[in-house]
């Protein structure tokens, strides 16, 4: 199945922090993709936009070099990189100063669809808002991308809001949350909402409980003084893992409409209950001889007092018909023991086993894989082959979307390449609305402040574990357990 591409208009996409390490890992390389699968216009302008004194040639040639590291050498020979880099140009901007943007106003086109990529600290976000407007650079239609961290707490959050639209209405605000752009999270929409086979069965009363796992093995080491202000619980629950469970529990929108998707989203937000205090696991990873002398995280965080964590479980209930009493369980870490991100989706028992005590028999398990090896499996039941009775045994039914899509899972597009698309098509589905964030905030802010008041500090765990040995207590003493992580 080869994956189809949609045209898009011609656009100019302005990337401040264009030279930046965001840029050169993900944009950049998405943007080259797009041009490799055919869907960049002829007149289609890529223009970096940052802070150092460059040329065109100068910023290209950062480009050829992002794409030789980030894209697999068979697919950018040079005749294709140079026709690419015809797309590229560069502009020198302050964003807090007047420098760059009278060339920035003369380059930008008015009658093409405008996106303005904000990959710079958000303490710009404003600056660069204030000064697209006032020098006439976004017309009434230009669009916005602004990149996490989107505020520290529900005041920030409100405040960033706030500043953006003082000069950009709601519909032209593009918040990327990457998850959203993955394929798998596509498809978990596709497969609630296009099936008969599953919504009769996404309730409390067949739902046993939902795992959500986003573990990585990399520590702090190297941003550990800006993590240490966030933590587990900023940095991945209150965005990724929340966009997950909101995709996981809402009700089927009306249409597969921008505003109905986050109206939807917005509910299971509201109605997220209170978390006690002993639902919530955090955690530190320890360095020293086990962890074959690597740091500790907080000889990473260069804080020897951090009670930050970098690693949170917890049980979280949605007070809502649906799901009233089916608990959703998250967990996220650094230096876990395997890099693997997963939404499991764990039936209950069957009313009444005719097969009386049988061995072997397991729950039903809708298990999502968002990396590696982008996936959906259905674990069912079936009678073990062969002569000697009636035994049970669990098989896999594979939904692996890289056999699906292309030979090598290659044609599926990234994250990013699809969410810049999305902007330049004006879709704006997968992106988080204003108030979706602050209500996210709204509930993770008492969490925080509790934890905080109690001088809670977190659990030690060592690298390569899947985390503090009380994560485990969390879900055994409800007569459950955690799926292995694995690659
Ligand atoms: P970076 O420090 O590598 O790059 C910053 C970029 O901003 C550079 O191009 C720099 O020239 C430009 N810049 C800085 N000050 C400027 C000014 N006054 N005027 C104009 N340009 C200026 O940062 P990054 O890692 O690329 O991150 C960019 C944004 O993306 C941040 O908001 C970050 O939180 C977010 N983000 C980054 C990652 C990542 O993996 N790097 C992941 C998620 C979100």
Not at 77 to 82: C, H, N, R, S
Not at 197 to 206: C, K, Q, T, Y
Not at 411 to 423: G, H, K, W
Not at 428 to 450: H, K, N, S
Request: aromatic share 8%; proline share 5%.
């Amino acid at each position: 199945m080869v994956s189809r591409v949609i045209p898009v208009d011609p656009f100019d996409l302005v990337i401040f922090g264009g030279t930046g390490d965001l840029a050169r890992r993900k944009i950049l390389p998405g943007l080259y993709r797009r041009f490799l699968a055919g869907q960049m216009p002829d007149d289609a302008r890529i223009i970096g936009a940052a802070r150092g004194e460059m040329d065109d040639e100068g910023f290209r040639a950062l480009v050829a070099d992002a794409v030789s590291e980030f894209i697999a050498e068979g697919k950018r020979d040079g005749e294709t990189l140079a026709r690419f880099l015809g797309h590229v140009h560069y502009v020198a901007v302050d964003a807090k100063g007047e420098a760059g943007w009278t060339d920035l106003a003369r380059i930008v086109r008015k009658d093409v669809v405008q996106a303005f990529y904000f990959s710079v600290a958000p303490a710009l976000f404003g600056d660069l808002a204030e000064r697209l407007h006032r020098h006439g650079i976004a017309g009434p239609e230009a669009r916005i991308v602004v990149e996490k961290p989107f505020g520290r707490d529900l005041e920030s959050a409100k405040a960033l809001n706030a500043t953006l639209a003082e000069h950009f209405s709601e519909g032209q605000i593009y918040r990327i949350d990457h998850y959203l752009g993955k394929e798998t999270v596509q498809n978990l929409m596709a497969v609630r909402f296009a099936n008969i086979l599953f919504e009769p069965l996404w309730n409390a009363r067949h739902v046993d409980h939902v795992q959500i796992t986003v573990a990585e093995t990399v520590g702090v080491g190297g941003r550990g003084a800006y993590y240490d202000r966030s933590g587990a619980m900023r940095d991945m629950v209150q965005n990724h893992l929340m966009q997950l469970l909101c995709l996981i529990a809402m009700e089927p929108p009306y249409r597969f409409d921008p505003d109905a998707v986050r109206d939807e989203k917005l509910k299971v937000i509201r109605a997220l209950q209170e978390v006690r205090p002993d639902d919530i696991v955090r955690g530190q990873y320890r360095g020293g001889p086990k962890a074959g002398g690597a740091p500790s995280y907080v000889e990473d965080a260069e804080d020897p007092a951090s009670r930050t964590e970098s690693y949170i479980a917890m049980k979280v209930q949605i007070a809502n018909w649906r799901w009233k009493g089916t608990p959703f369980y998250l967990r996220t870490g650094k230096k876990l023991r395997a890099r693997a991100s997963e939404i499991a989706v764990v039936f209950k028992e069957v009313p009444h086993s005719i097969f009386g005590e049988e061995e072997g028999w397991r729950e039903n398990v809708l298990s999502i894989r968002l990396q590696p090896n982008e996936g959906m499996t259905l674990s069912v039941m079936i009678k073990e082959p062969g002569p000697g009775g009636m035994r049970l045994t669990e098989v896999p039914l594979d939904m692996s979307f890289a056999e699906a899509l292309g030979e090598d899972g290659t044609d599926i597009p990234d994250a990013y390449e699809r969410l810049i698309m999305d902007v330049i098509r004006g879709n704006q589905t997968l992106f988080m609305r204003g108030d979706e964030v602050e209500a996210a905030w709204a509930w993770t802010d008492p969490i925080i402040a509790g934890w905080e008041a109690r001088g809670d500090r977190p659990k030690g765990y060592d690298p390569g574990s899947s985390g503090p040995e009380d994560a485990l207590m969390l879900v055994h003493r409800d007569g459950r357990r955690w799926r292995e992580i694995r690659e």
